[in-house]
């Protein structure tokens, strides 16, 4: 098979045919690079999505209470609905419920230490939150059981709140006075994907004994475990159904009982996404057929182009294999170097717009804003497959035309029009 | 060497047929000097293109050295011209991307003959046509008596036993096409069978045998020492009646 004179030969029909050569190289270098582009830019926004959700869990639920909008029971409408400490331990013990944080808002509270002061908003949580928020430690710890146990005065500050009292000063084992009450700093964290980190968090043990002496809970951040969409919604109608009975309210009324699933939200938007990359994939394949049409019409012209010189070489001793060959084998090399060509300028343009973007989100910290596009590059197997399969598509469209004209007789070749 | 026993030939023409050679019987040996005449369209190339195996025949037979010339494949046929039969054709048909040199060489490359030794015997041929100096020259760069001087140094580089002309001359003025036959007589001087087609009496004349085909048969066969007998009677057919 590889035979240097052969592949001479070849190269000298290449070279001496430049036009040509550039045509069927064009078609398929440029189908090859749309096609990259296309699938990087797919690819770039469905991961830039599934990594804004990526910042909290995706198996996590949210549940808030609000004021009834339907009358139930004979109870009248607009009574509020609040969660107490049982309600706590209710959702622990039902199926599917992995982890439960219970959550108890304190707007406005005052910190303090040394001349610093500011008001922030304190969070009190049980350790369990972090399931959900996946908020990251930059030092110390987050909150932990004993601390809800032991009802201990210890805060973690969010990075803006440790940033503004502390300066640069250590801050861990420090105490800070919120609202007067001195409390020791465990640790500092800052949220995934946020830009504000002005949340201190508490244990909820605590919060309640000291501040308001109440066991209300504002709401409840849980982790289930629902693989799909729809376990996960069977899980959240078995929440809704036990507190409607429980707190009284008709289970339809939305704004008695607010529930967030994010990894049905998360599914909702995959779904939307999937669509996007079959839609790009539509495309891309569009955009592959057109390339193989476009190398078929042109082989389908060289071969006509060249129906002489076939028939020159016929009459002085080629055979059609040979002839073939000789056609097949220029049309191959010619698309493998273009649509090598193509993924090279296509898979680079790419790998440069990651790298812009990397360079432009500057802070190597873990803060990136939000963004809707991350690593928009091609999975290599694709990016090579997409290539070959036009190489044989190339070849299977000049084969057709080259059996014919190899196999028409030599003197209707040289005949003049 | 050749031998023709009531070849028929007919072209399918959508529904009609075209009977264009209906019957020829022929014998030629050797190192003959042979042309074919005729009026246009009396099956001159009809018959060359059979000879050379270009084309087919729907009826007699053909033998070539010998060996049954019928339906054989492509590859066969490739094979047996590459072998055996040098063309040479009145529009010269040389590869318009390739030089001279390499136009010459070509046959040789189909008779997997590396490229460095191809290329120099292809020098060696264009050197005894007086071509050397235009080896590099592309077909477009020369005149029509170099463009059928590297033909025939193509048709002679694989030292074929025949040589097939189709109007060798038909494109060249009267000198060159002296030129052209005393290069074809030099060759049929080495022992290699020449068949040449042409309408020119002036170089039918110049070789040892004409075939007159008309009406899809041959109408006479004269051999050189009648030849004088044949010009003249042609001068008198050439006479306004
Ligand atoms: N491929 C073909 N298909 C149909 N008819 C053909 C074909 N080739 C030749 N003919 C017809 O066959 C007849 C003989 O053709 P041929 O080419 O042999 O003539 P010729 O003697 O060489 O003529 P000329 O002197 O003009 O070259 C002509 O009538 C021509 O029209
Ligand atoms: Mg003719």
Redesign the pocket.
Same mark, same amino acid.
């Given at each position: 098979m590889f035979d240097i004179d052969k592949w001479q030969e070849i190269l000298a029909t290449i070279k001496k045919n430049k036009m040509r050569t550039f045509l069927t190289g064009f078609s398929v270098a440029w189908g090859i690079f749309m096609l990259m582009i296309l699938l990087g830019s797919g690819n770039g926004l469905s991961n830039g999505v599934a990594k804004n959700f990526m910042g909290d869990a995706v198996n996590a639920m949210w549940i808030w209470s609000g004021e009834t909008t339907i009358p139930y029971q004979g109870l009248k409408s607009g009574r509020p609905i609040r969660f107490h400490n049982d309600d706590y331990d209710v959702l622990q013990s039902l199926p599917g419920v992995e982890t439960v944080s219970g959550r108890y808002f304190m707007g406005n509270t005052r910190y303090s230490y040394g001349k610093e002061s500011g008001e922030y908003t304190t969070v009190t949580c049980h350790p369990e939150l972090n399931d959900v928020d996946q908020n990251v430690m930059l030092e110390g710890r987050y909150i932990n059981k004993v601390d809800i146990q032991e009802k201990r005065k210890v805060v973690v500050l969010g990075k803006d709140i440790r940033e503004a009292l502390f300066k640069d000063k250590p801050a861990l084992g420090e105490y800070v006075k919120v609202n007067n009450v001195p409390f020791k700093v465990v640790g500092v964290c800052v949220e995934p994907e946020s830009t504000r980190n002005r949340n201190a968090f508490m244990p909820v043990s605590t919060a309640q004994m000291i501040f308001n002496g109440s066991n209300r809970l504002h709401n409840f951040a849980i982790t289930i475990n629902g693989k799909t969409l729809e376990e996960s919604q069977e899980i959240e109608e078995n929440i809704r159904n036990t507190f409607s009975r429980k707190l009284r309210f008709d289970k339809t009324d939305d704004s008695a009982l607010g529930m967030y699933n994010k990894l049905e939200n998360y599914i909702q938007t995959m779904r939307i996404f999937q669509a996007i990359k079959i839609f790009i994939w539509i495309i891309g394949v569009g955009t592959l057929i057109a390339g193989i049409v476009g190398v078929s019409n042109i082989m389908l012209i060289v071969v006509k182009e060249r129906t002489k010189e076939i028939g020159i070489r016929k009459a002085i001793g080629a055979s059609p294999s040979s002839v073939i060959g000789l056609i097949l084998l220029e049309s191959i090399l010619i698309t493998t170097i273009a649509g090598y060509i193509g993924l090279v300028l296509g898979t680079g343009l790419m790998e440069l717009i990651n790298f812009m973007m990397v360079q432009s989100a500057g802070d190597v910290g873990a803060q990136q804003g939000d963004t809707l596009f991350l690593n928009p590059t091609v999975d290599f197997g694709v990016a090579v497959a997409s290539t070959v399969l036009l190489i044989v598509a190339g070849t299977i469209a000049g084969y057709i035309p080259a059996k014919r004209a190899a196999s028409i007789k030599p003197i209707v070749a040289l005949r003049d029009e | 060497m050749i031998k023709l026993t009531d070849i028929h030939k007919s072209?399918e023409?959508g529904s009609n047929k075209?009977h264009?050679l209906k019957g020829i019987d022929l014998d030629i040996h050797q190192g003959e000097f042979v042309s074919i005449m /005729?009026s246009? /369209? &009396? /099956?001159? &190339?009809?018959l060359l293109n059979i000879l050379g195996i270009l084309d087919n025949y729907d009826q007699g037979s053909y033998h070539l050295g010998g060996k049954l010339i019928s339906n054989m494949t492509e590859k066969k046929a490739a094979q047996l011209r590459n072998e055996m039969v040098g063309f040479v054709f009145q529009s010269f048909n040389l590869i318009s991307f390739k030089n001279a040199m390499e136009n010459v060489a070509l046959p040789l490359y189909y008779k997997g003959v590396n490229r460095k030794k191809r290329n120099m015997i292809a020098m060696e041929y264009l050197d005894r046509l007086g071509l050397k100096p235009w080896a590099e020259h592309m077909p477009n760069e020369m005149s029509g008596g170099q463009k059928q001087r590297v033909a025939i140094a193509r048709a002679l580089i694989s030292k074929p036993q025949i040589i097939l002309a189709d109007e060798p001359t038909g494109a060249l003025d009267t000198s060159t096409s002296y030129e052209v036959m005393e290069i074809l007589r030099e060759i049929n001087d080495a022992g290699i069978t020449v068949i040449i087609?042409t309408?020119e009496h002036d170089i039918a004349s110049m070789t040892q045998k004409i075939v007159r085909l008309k009406d899809g048969r041959i109408d006479e066969v004269i051999l050189n020492g009648e030849l004088a007998d044949f010009r003249e009677r042609y001068s008198k057919e050439l006479q306004p009646v």
């Open positions: - | 072209y023409m075209l264009v /005729g246009s /369209g &009396s /099956g001159k &190339s009809t087609v309408h």
